[in-house]
């Protein structure tokens, strides 16, 4: 008989546990819906934000720097196009130092389908296709992966807002960002966007262990043809090596009349 009670008593419980769990979980999937929404409104309003600029190119100072604090520097230029109803193109052209000169990267980003991008060495006169599953590796010895040399695209993503938080004083929207690629070496970022301008002030890159793996934080804003903010510096810090990467804007100049042709693969052997 006291077995019996303890069994009744037990199933009782477990009853009451789950009639109070009910609302409890409907109120979470709402939830989840909610920060869902916002999140994609958000992000949503980024890119709308940054659209409708055309074309531009830029000189880059790239310092690579170990975990003892040693730098070298290298010095490119960067072209970049918007294409209407498409991802980005871009172009990146090292010039110095002599080790590096004229190896070209471009990328052409898409909205849904796998970016594409290729590598050109000058030293053994190739132009490679980087493959879907390599786009984790690391872009030219610095701690950007290629795939971070992509366009910002919404299909890219899912995205949940977590939460309002400043960052150097900033008020921002903190958005968790899912890749949709299987083959990004991230498991997911979370976004710190400020709140008035919807600029990228932060993001931290996780690793497919969900351990923080680098963060990316954005500095030194300034304002072209009176709508577009762009950083001047780029730093790009890995937790799990002690190494970093700065990318230092030091011209920057729109509409200067690039076009697809200067975006096709065949460019990149011609370069110089």
């Not at 934000?49 to 170990?66: A, P, Y």
């Not at 109803?85 to 010039?95: A, R, T, W």
């Not at 132009?127 to 599953?133: L, Q, V």
């Not at 969900?210 to 903010?229: E, G, V």
Request: aromatic share 10%; net charge neutral; glycine share 6%.
């Amino acid at each position: 008989m006291p077995q019996f009670k303890t069994s009744r008593s037990a199933i009782l419980m477990l009853a009451v546990g789950l009639l109070l769990g009910m609302p409890v979980a409907a109120d979470t999937d709402a939830e989840i819906v909610a920060s869902r929404e916002k999140g994609l409104q958000i992000a949503t309003e980024q890119k709308q934000r940054d659209t409708g600029w055309g074309d531009s190119e830029s000189n880059v100072l790239m310092v690579l720097r170990d975990a003892s604090g040693n730098e070298s520097i290298r010095r490119m230029r960067t072209l970049a196009l918007e294409v209407t109803g498409d991802g980005d193109k871009s172009l990146i052209i090292f010039d110095e130092p002599r080790d590096v000169r004229g190896s070209a990267f471009l990328s052409h980003s898409h909205p849904t389908a796998e970016d594409d991008q290729w590598l050109y060495l000058p030293a053994i006169n190739r132009t490679r296709r980087i493959a879907s599953r390599n786009k984790s590796g690391p872009f030219m010895a610095s701690e950007f992966a290629y795939e971070d040399m992509s366009s910002f695209e919404l299909a890219k993503y899912q995205f949940r807002y977590l939460r309002d938080e400043a960052v150097n004083g900033v008020m921002c929207y903190v958005i968790e960002r899912l890749p949709a690629d299987k083959f990004s070496g991230y498991s997911k970022t979370i976004a710190w966007v400020d709140k008035e301008h919807y600029r990228v002030q932060k993001i931290e890159f996780y690793d497919k262990k969900q351990s923080l793996l680098k963060t990316l934080t954005a500095s030194d804003y300034q304002l072209y043809l009176n709508k577009y903010w762009r950083p001047m510096l780029l730093r790009m810090q890995n937790h799990q090596t002690g190494k970093s990467t700065d990318l230092i804007v030091e011209e920057l100049q729109f509409n200067v009349g690039r076009s697809a042709a200067d975006f096709d693969v065949n460019v990149l052997e011609r370069l110089r």
